[in-house]
């Protein structure tokens, strides 16, 4: 009776222990070993995936893991040395070189850095300001960040200026010392050209290079060339020439506004040929061989015998032989 009885002790020590060994197995395969790895990260690093979503950094040379393991570790922007990680719901930045963390994670929402100034827009306390690479207050917050505004929101310079949403849903501009430059007025700002355009109710408006309003926010479209600025108005639209602020008619496409130029008469073959420059079109008047009309417009059509209509970003005008626009 002794002997079958330790025969089952044994046979149960054995079989707890195998179900304890699996157990240990199968939580190591659970929780150690990666489901998927990523070897695309940087030249130097990839990234393991574990069960539950978690990410880790590994040396792309031996495969092995390094740092804790975070919630998300993002890519990085545009080749940048930097990229944003969330560890414990908060949000950091670590060296894509390195492998470091760089910014430690105390911020609700980070943004990519922008390369020209160096800055990153963050979010600590419900407080939205910016920071540079070593983590030092550049723009103390100033504005309260609102998630069911702001969510979606890119919140990062371009052309040293940062496009900002307040919390009651108005967009204003800011330049890198945090001083408003576009007041909050509109439903969304965009870089033109050196210039800002604006847009609020449906209409369009624009502010200068020195921030100044250039056209009031009562236009269907504003739209900066080279030269100048199309404005359109219901059915009228016009060229205004940056240099003297004279007013040219322009139109979005050739139709009836040319019909009282057109001249069937005219072999336009034998009087003038078209030259290309850099993928620019001009005019060559064929008795002379002289440039009539320069090649600066993307597409230029004969009208009569000196009256063309020409092409540039998408709008027609109508100049004489001398390039110039007629009113």
């Not at 150690?32 to 040379?61: C, I, M, T």
């Amino acid at each position: 009776m002794k002997r079958k009885s330790s025969s089952l002790n044994w046979i149960y020590a054995v079989f707890t222990s195998v179900i304890g060994l699996g157990l240990i197995i199968t939580a190591y395969v659970y929780f150690l070993v990666p489901v998927y790895s990523n070897h695309f990260f940087s030249e130097k690093f990839g990234l393991h995936e574990y069960r539950g979503g978690r990410v880790q950094l590994f040396d792309a040379k031996t495969g092995k893991g390094f740092g804790p393991r975070m919630e998300k570790i993002f890519g990085a922007w545009e080749n940048d040395s930097m990229t944003v990680f969330v560890l414990h719901d908060k949000r950091g930045y670590l060296s894509v070189n390195s492998g470091k963390i760089i910014v430690n994670p105390d911020y609700q929402y980070a943004w990519v850095f922008d390369p020209e100034t160096n800055l990153a827009a963050v979010v600590k306390n419900d407080s939205l300001g910016f920071i540079d690479r070593t983590g030092l207050w550049k723009i103390k917050p100033f504005m309260k960040y609102v998630k069911e505004v702001n969510e979606g929101f890119d919140f990062r310079f371009d052309h040293e200026h940062c496009v900002i949403r307040l919390a009651k849903g108005k967009i204003g501009l800011i330049n890198t010392e945090g001083k408003m430059v576009i007041p909050p007025l509109f439903a969304a700002i965009e870089h033109d050209d050196g210039c800002w355009r604006v847009y609020s109710e449906g209409l369009y408006g624009l502010y200068d290079s020195t921030f100044i309003v250039a056209y009031k926010t009562e236009y269907d479209y504003i739209d900066v060339l080279d030269k100048g600025v199309v404005c359109s108005k219901g059915d009228k639209q016009v060229f205004v020439r940056t240099s003297d602020l004279v007013e040219f008619p322009c139109f979005n496409g050739l139709g009836q506004e040319f019909d009282e130029y057109s001249d069937s008469d005219l072999d336009f073959s034998e009087e003038y040929s078209e030259i290309y420059v850099n993928n620019r079109i001009g005019i060559l008047s064929n008795s002379t061989g002289k440039i009539i009309i320069p090649t600066q417009w993307d597409s230029v059509i004969v009208l009569s015998e000196n009256v063309f209509a020409v092409s540039l970003d998408g709008y027609w005008f109508v100049v004489n032989k001398n390039n110039q626009m007629i009113q």
